[in-house]
T-cell receptor
Framework: DAMVIQNPRYQVTQFGKPVTLSCSQT?????MYWYQQKSSQAPKLLFH???????NEADTPDNFQSRRPNTSFCFLDIRSPGLGDAAMYLC??????????????FGSGTRLTVV | GQNIDQPTEMTATEGAIVQINCTYQ??????LFWYQQHAGEAPTFLSY????GLEEKGRFSSFLSRSKGYSYLLLKELQMKDSASYLC?????????FGAGTTVTVRA
């Protein structure tokens, strides 16, 4: 059973039209992350939540926002998608000290296409 | 800053052994992970090293030298299904920083 669920698996959006990607988890992990991964590149951390504390990476564009209304859900909002924002977006959770043995739990990812 | 380097591509024959090297220079270090990623899918956990030395898990082994900022992933008895990208990632302060990945192609 999937423990970190991302919807949708594939998303097509129009240039400049706001889009929201969603992530939910059944693990009750307190840390959630959003990564952007472009083809043949390393996953790039956009931001993470430690409980309700939001942590933005210094180089994350203002165009990207996030919300975490409760422990289970986290959203990635792209306010005005550009062609350069087409990528795989990965949501992940971290379960605390015990997670050192297995690292993040990843969702299946959402592949975003901008047309 | 974070700098994590690994080769872009490697090719090997089914049944052979392949070693993927990773060197890192990071502002902090609390462990190193290796992940496997098939095309279009999310990364899956392979191994974790926090102390120097070799960790063995079936056909996969991972080695770490903290003083040298160096790790490798060893894949033995290669199978066609091992064709994938392998990501090296350094853990620090609740965050993983990833290398760009090494694409391994296994040929019959």
């Amino acid at each position: 059973d999937a423990m970190v669920i991302q919807n949708p698996r594939y998303q097509v959006t129009q240039f400049g039209k706001p889009v929201t990607l969603s992530c939910s988890q059944t693990l009750n992990h307190n840390v959630m992350y959003w990564y952007q991964q472009k083809s043949s590149q390393a996953p790039k951390l956009l931001f993470h939540y430690y409980d309700k504390d939001f942590n933005n990476e210094a180089d994350t564009p203002d165009n990207f926002q996030s919300r975490r209304p409760n422990t289970s859900f986290c959203f990635l909002d792209i306010r005005s998608p550009g062609l350069g924002d087409a990528a795989m977006y990965l949501c992940a959770t971290w379960g605390g000290q015990g997670a050192r043995n297995y690292g993040y739990t990843f969702g299946s990812g959402t592949r975003l296409t901008v047309v | 800053g974070q700098n994590i380097d690994q080769p872009t591509e490697m090719t090997a024959t089914e049944g052979a052994i392949v070693q993927i090297n990773c060197t890192y220079q990071t502002s902090g270090f609390n462990g190193l992970f290796w992940y496997q990623q098939h095309a279009g899918e999310a990364p899956t956990f392979l191994s974790y090293n926090v102390l120097d030395g070799l960790e063995e898990k079936g056909r996969f082994s991972s080695f770490l030298s903290r003083s040298k900022g160096y790790s490798y992933l060893l894949l033995k008895e290669l199978q066609m299904k091992d064709s994938a990208s392998y990501l090296c990632a350094v853990y620090n302060d609740y965050k993983l920083s990833f290398g760009a990945g090494t694409t391994v192609t296994v040929r019959a």
